[in-house]
């Protein structure tokens, strides 16, 4: 509605809100929405946004990109609840919040930045895109492809989960499995004219407007709380999660709806760190990792976008690592807590748990844990966090027992 261009995240070159896929025509740098901030604050206020009946990212459309309502592509996105947790011995944050993106059409965030992109998409005249995906980013690129209907093709890393890979195809995708997936996703956008609904950063081809609905993350947890909370921790892969709701809680202090902004934490695994290692450098250059390992797939990137950077440090965050075994021990306790993320979704409580052991997190202070997938997505990894067996035809006797005193038969 009030969106008026582009510009460059690096030097601040202006342009208009179009097909610009391949960064910055001066410095190469990703470019991000620019919004009329005088008019939004004239048309809208924090309370018209909290009374809106639509739960959708589009209960925030004064600060995305479409302009064209029409266009909108929507599977009912957004509103993920704010879950809290009990203040225990393994968890020693007396204000602890976890943003349950798992609730998503496709269960992870990924909906929020497709619904903004093939939204675009579809404003533009595109009528095919494509990306590229480890798994939860291409399924919700064919579910939102599927409901505009619009051609999908999904590249995809050989270690995605073979049910996210099914329902790609189901959803209409024409999925081509490839570990080196850059070369072909340029040729689709550059010599085909497909979309790339893929990130902010050109890695090669970027879109500018799916980092924009990453942003509404950050309005829900401020209408949740009544506020917004004093760190808001991400696991990042490019950073565009991390990005965009550091955007959106600068577009909310500039319009007067809130007097501080959150410090807002990165987290990545120490065996894919790119983001991590330039932090610890004080470099302004994300370095490219050969080969990354780790059990967290989906944040589990070689490079990212020096604009998360930028977010880290303008926001007085910090960027660390963390290793499997931490990330997997805070999988089994959100579990424990009736929540069932990936480990790449659970790295942001972990990360909430180092930062607090560091002292960045103080007491008393709030702190929201944004959990950007569903851990039943990924069985394959799911079967490596199992423990114990399941009991199979157990006699009565047996049963007898667990019914009148579980621990007699080793149930706690």
Not at 7 to 31: I, K, M, N
Not at 54 to 77: C, F, M, N, Q
Not at 303 to 317: D, K, N, Q, Y
């Amino acid at each position: 509605m009030f969106a008026e261009g582009l510009r460059c995240v690096e030097c601040h070159l202006e342009t208009d809100l179009g097909g610009h896929f391949f960064g910055c025509r001066d410095c190469g740098g990703a470019l991000e929405t620019v919004y009329d901030e005088d008019r939004v604050a004239a048309a809208v206020s924090y309370g018209d946004w909290r009374d809106r009946t639509d739960r959708s990212i589009w209960r925030y459309k004064e600060l995305l990109p479409v302009r064209d309502e029409s266009a909108v592509i929507t599977l009912g996105e957004g509103g993920a609840p704010l879950v809290r947790l009990p203040q225990s011995a393994a968890n020693p944050l007396a204000d602890l919040w976890i943003q349950n993106e798992s609730v998503n059409p496709t269960y992870s965030f990924k909906d929020r930045f497709h619904s903004a992109a093939q939204s675009m998409a579809r404003q533009l005249g595109y009528d095919r895109v494509a990306c590229s995906t480890t798994g939860n980013h291409g399924m919700s690129a064919a579910a939102y492809a599927a409901r505009g209907g619009m051609q999908c093709a999904v590249l995809v890393d050989p270690r995605a989960p073979e049910v996210q890979r099914r329902w790609m195809r189901l959803f209409g995708a024409t999925v081509i499995v490839e570990m080196d997936r850059r070369p072909p996703l340029e040729s689709f956008v550059r010599d085909h004219g497909w979309y790339p609904s893929t990130y902010m950063t050109p890695n090669p081809v970027a879109t500018p407007y799916g980092m924009e609905g990453y942003k509404t993350m950050a309005y829900d947890a401020a209408l949740a709380l009544g506020r917004v909370p004093d760190h808001f921790i991400v696991p990042i892969a490019a950073g565009d999660g991390l990005y965009g709701p550091w955007k959106a809680f600068g577009e909310m202090a500039r319009l007067g709806w809130t007097d501080s902004i959150p410090k807002v934490h990165g987290v990545q695994p120490t065996g894919a760190n790119p983001i991590v290692r330039a932090f610890r450098e004080g470099s302004n250059t994300v370095p490219y990792i050969e080969d990354p390992q780790t059990i967290a797939l989906s944040i589990g990137d070689p490079t990212g976008g020096s604009m998360t950077l930028r977010a880290i440090r303008e926001s007085g965050g910090q960027a660390i690592d963390l290793t499997d075994p931490e990330m997997v021990a805070a999988t089994r306790y959100a579990a424990s807590a009736g929540l069932s993320p990936e480990p790449s979704s659970a790295a942001s409580l972990a990360g909430a748990w180092a930062l607090a052991r560091d002292g960045i997190i103080r007491e008393g202070e709030t702190v929201v844990c944004l959990f950007t997938g569903a851990g039943p997505k990924w069985p394959e990894t799911t079967e490596l966090l199992t423990e114990g067996d399941e009991i199979v035809s157990p006699d009565r006797a047996w049963l007898e027992r667990l019914a009148s005193d579980p621990e007699s038969v080793g149930v706690s």
